[in-house]
């Protein structure tokens, strides 16, 4: 027994070392790439021998559905109470149909939202603290961001790397006159560079988003190392889904575009080599605005992430229901691969951020992009720009609320439709292959916060809206409120959708091409007993359907979900009203 404790040290050292080997064989020594092997290892060993494992059969299923929210996105307004209001709140209104939850970065930050972190492992006290959140994951599955790509200027770190001591010792990516950055992509508008003075020396500091974002210099296995440790010490605390924000800027090379690099995609590796020595399903998601095959990428060969952000989703989905035309979502669904076993689709509309454009790339023409952003900007959108290498700006993405993103259109100028076309959009999402991810301000139908861009004048602040916890619990009491509207019907779709085994976020999907004013797929349970066709009118007008356009089959019963007292059969006509979906199946709840 012992021999084999030895073996499979030694295994596990080999695996990392090559991981390692890979990353930096051309920036330090073999000797000190074999030390930082050991180190990761005894990590490992060391976390291993404090934490039970808590392996379950299957780590997703038809029943995960993730909610994303900041931690302050409900709150009394008291100092330090803020995640305690969250808890409160999702175990009065969320815990009976929503399994897992996104908490964006609730870390000691110095701007955007959270983003630029000073501190990593600790949760800024006006939130709350571990505990709280160990408690909570009992309950749920707890998802939290490493932010990699950078760190807050007024961090320690930063503070360290200016007087060059440990730890932020060369922590941060600084580049000379003669490196070429020519070609660099930009998700943002303002200058890449920021000029600073260290120790009598002027250096450039690289800043991907922001100039309090300064990006971390991953040529320094610290750097990695600190971020594996963090990893361990989270999980310690109950997270178990960790979302890699921006992580595809997080390696760069001279002359290159310092995006999707391969040193990059074997740093998730890594990740994921370790987490999966863990034996505690912790599910590694990669965040990467960006268009479908280097999304796609991250997959790996089921090597890399678990999950992957289906980030087309929201740009077709809105494109598909401002203009009652299924045609590009459908064309795009029908070309998707299946998610091998083991990873999935995180699918969502909404999200803290805005709209990101750079997705919609290749699958809407330059014209639809141009036409769709017109439309939002009539519905209250304002637009965060991306530098182009010839030095011109493109929308990087349309900071709007979802609400009232499709609020409008061309033909329902006065929002007649507007919560049937919010909630079809959502039985879109849930009906697709994947895991589905819902933004807290999405169950409120909330519009722009107009009120705190006018305060900020940050545009990202239209989307998010924090609302007093008494003030929203009264509005849900009003059974007139759309917020209560809204929050009902979500919640009773959800709740159809946990109990499907054909909506597994693995379960066979095809994508039938009926007509551009429907959008449908067919989805099979992973054992073919259950069959449901999810079809959705994404336009506002009254729709026939001959259900022999979706060959149901003569020998079974079939019934829709939504309303189970209606059955089908084949040669029948089906009538939809504005924006109405069915699932029909032959295996209804009993």
Same mark, same amino acid.
């Given at each position: 027994?012992?021999?084999?404790?030895?073996?499979?040290?030694?295994?596990?050292?080999?695996?990392?070392l090559k991981r390692l080997n890979y990353i930096y064989n051309r920036i330090i020594p073999e000797d000190k790439t074999?030390?930082?092997?050991?180190?990761?290892?005894?990590?490992?060993?060391?976390?291993?021998?404090?934490?039970?494992?808590?392996?379950?059969?299957?780590?997703?299923?038809?029943?995960?559905?993730?909610?994303?929210?900041?931690?302050?996105?409900?709150?009394?307004?008291?100092?330090?109470?803020?995640?305690?209001?969250?808890?409160?709140?999702?175990?009065?209104?969320?815990?009976?149909?929503?399994?897992?939850?996104?908490?964006?970065?609730?870390?000691?930050?110095?701007?955007?939202?959270?983003?630029?972190?000073?501190?990593?492992?600790?949760?800024?006290?006006?939130?709350?603290?571990?505990?709280?959140?160990?408690?909570?994951?009992?309950?749920?599955?707890?998802? /939290?961001?490493?932010?990699?790509?950078?760190?807050?200027?007024?961090?320690?770190?930063?503070?360290?790397?200016?007087?060059?001591?440990? +730890?932020?010792?060369?922590?941060?990516?600084?580049?000379?006159?003669?490196?070429? =950055?020519?070609?660099?992509?930009?998700?943002?508008?303002?200058?890449?560079?920021?000029?600073?003075?260290?120790?009598?020396?002027?250096?450039?500091?690289?800043?991907?988003?922001?100039?309090?974002?300064?990006?971390?210099?991953?040529?320094?296995?610290?750097?990695?190392?600190?971020?594996?440790?963090?990893?361990?010490?989270?999980s310690s605390y109950g997270v178990k889904i960790f979302r890699l924000d921006a992580v595809a800027f997080i390696w760069?090379?001279?002359?290159?575009?310092?995006?999707?690099?391969?040193?990059?995609?074997?740093?998730?590796?890594?990740?994921?080599?370790?987490?999966?020595?863990?034996?505690?399903?912790?599910?590694?998601?990669?965040?990467?605005?960006?268009?479908?095959?280097e999304n796609l990428s991250y997959f790996g060969k089921n090597d890399e992430a678990h999950w992957i952000y289906n980030?087309?989703?929201?740009?077709?989905?809105?494109? /598909?229901?401002?203009?009652?035309?299924?045609?590009?979502?459908?064309?795009?669904?029908?070309?998707?691969?299946?998610?091998?076993?083991?990873?999935? =689709?995180?699918?969502?509309?909404?999200?803290?951020?805005?709209?990101?454009?750079?997705?919609?790339?290749?699958?809407?023409?330059?014209?639809?992009?141009?036409?769709?952003?017109?439309?939002?900007?009539?519905?209250?959108?304002?637009?965060?720009?991306?530098?182009?290498?010839?030095?011109?700006?493109?929308?990087?993405?349309?900071?709007?609320?979802?609400?009232?993103?499709?609020?409008?259109?061309?033909?329902?100028?006065?929002?007649?439709? *507007?919560?049937?076309?919010?909630?079809?959009?959502?039985?879109?999402?849930?009906?697709?292959?994947?895991?589905?991810?819902?933004?807290?301000?999405?169950?409120?139908?909330?519009?722009?916060?107009?009120?705190?861009?006018?305060?900020?004048?940050?545009?990202?602040?239209?989307?998010?809206?924090?609302?007093?916890?008494?003030?929203? *619990?009264?509005?849900?009491?009003?059974?007139?409120?759309?917020?209560?509207?809204?929050?009902?019907?979500?919640?009773?779709?959800?709740?159809?959708?946990?109990?499907?085994?054909?909506?597994? +976020?693995?379960?066979?999907?095809?994508?039938?091409?009926?007509?551009?004013?429907?959008?449908?797929?067919?989805?099979?349970?992973?054992?073919?007993?259950?069959?449901?066709?999810?079809?959705?009118?994404?336009?506002?007008?009254?729709?026939?359907?001959?259900?022999?356009?979706?060959?149901?089959?003569?020998?079974?019963?079939?019934?829709?979900?939504?309303?189970?007292?209606?059955?089908?059969?084949?040669?029948?006509?089906?009538?939809?009203?504005?924006?109405?979906?069915?699932?029909?199946?032959?295996?209804?709840?009993?």
């Amino acid at each position: 027994m012992q021999k084999s404790k030895n073996k499979f040290k030694e295994n596990t050292n080999l695996d990392i070392l090559k991981r390692l080997n890979y990353i930096y064989n051309r920036i330090i020594p073999e000797d000190k790439t074999l030390e930082y092997s050991k180190k990761i290892n005894q990590l490992i060993n060391s976390y291993k021998s404090k934490n039970i494992s808590t392996d379950v059969n299957e780590p997703w299923s038809e029943k995960t559905v993730l909610l994303i929210t900041y931690a302050d996105n409900i709150n009394n307004g008291l100092f330090g109470k803020t995640i305690s209001d969250f808890i409160s709140f999702y175990n009065k209104y969320f815990y009976s149909f929503i399994d897992s939850i996104h908490f964006l970065p609730f870390f000691p930050s110095s701007g955007d939202a959270g983003f630029s972190v000073k501190n990593h492992d600790e949760i800024d006290p006006k939130f709350g603290n571990w505990e709280e959140i160990k408690k909570l994951s009992k309950r749920a599955n707890i998802m /939290t961001d490493l932010v990699l790509n950078h760190a807050s200027s007024e961090g320690e770190w930063f503070e360290n790397f200016i007087f060059n001591k440990n +730890p932020g010792k060369d922590y941060f990516f600084t580049i000379n006159n003669n490196y070429d =950055y020519a070609n660099v992509i930009r998700p943002r508008d303002h200058d890449l560079l920021k000029k600073i003075k260290i120790l009598n020396e002027t250096k450039n500091l690289w800043c991907t988003f922001s100039h309090d974002q300064i990006d971390l210099n991953f040529r320094n296995p610290e750097v990695l190392l600190e971020f594996i440790t963090l990893i361990l010490k989270l999980s310690s605390y109950g997270v178990k889904i960790f979302r890699l924000d921006a992580v595809a800027f997080i390696w760069k090379e001279s002359g290159t575009t310092c995006l999707n690099l391969p040193e990059t995609h074997e740093i998730i590796k890594l990740f994921r080599y370790i987490v999966d020595q863990l034996n505690k399903n912790i599910i590694i998601v990669t965040e990467t605005n960006l268009p479908k095959e280097e999304n796609l990428s991250y997959f790996g060969k089921n090597d890399e992430a678990h999950w992957i952000y289906n980030f087309p989703l929201p740009p077709l989905i809105i494109h /598909t229901f401002l203009f009652a035309d299924s045609t590009s979502l459908t064309k795009w669904s029908m070309k998707m691969p299946p998610a091998q076993v083991g990873n999935a =689709y995180l699918n969502f509309i909404a999200s803290h951020d805005g709209i990101g454009m750079r997705p919609a790339e290749g699958v809407l023409s330059e014209e639809e992009i141009s036409i769709m952003l017109e439309r939002l900007e009539k519905n209250g959108s304002k637009f965060s720009m991306r530098k182009l290498p010839s030095n011109e700006e493109k929308v990087y993405e349309a900071n709007i609320s979802l609400f009232s993103a499709l609020q409008y259109t061309d033909i329902d100028s006065k929002g007649k439709f *507007a919560l049937e076309r919010f909630i079809a959009s959502h039985c879109i999402l849930l009906s697709i292959e994947g895991v589905p991810a819902f933004y807290f301000n999405s169950f409120f139908a909330t519009k722009n916060d107009d009120k705190s861009y006018l305060n900020s004048k940050v545009k990202r602040d239209l989307n998010r809206h924090k609302w007093n916890y008494s003030n929203l *619990a009264a509005t849900l009491n009003d059974k007139n409120s759309i917020e209560n509207k809204c929050y009902k019907i979500l919640k009773k779709l959800i709740s159809i959708r946990k109990t499907q085994p054909a909506f597994h +976020p693995n379960a066979t999907q095809f994508t039938l091409n009926l007509n551009k004013n429907i959008f449908s797929v067919w989805r099979q349970s992973r054992d073919r007993r259950q069959s449901i066709f999810a079809i959705t009118n994404v336009t506002s007008k009254k729709i026939d359907l001959n259900t022999n356009m979706i060959n149901l089959i003569d020998d079974e019963q079939w019934y829709d979900l939504l309303n189970p007292k209606i059955s089908f059969k084949d040669e029948q006509k089906i009538k939809l009203a504005p924006y109405q979906t069915i699932w029909i199946t032959n295996l209804k709840d009993e």
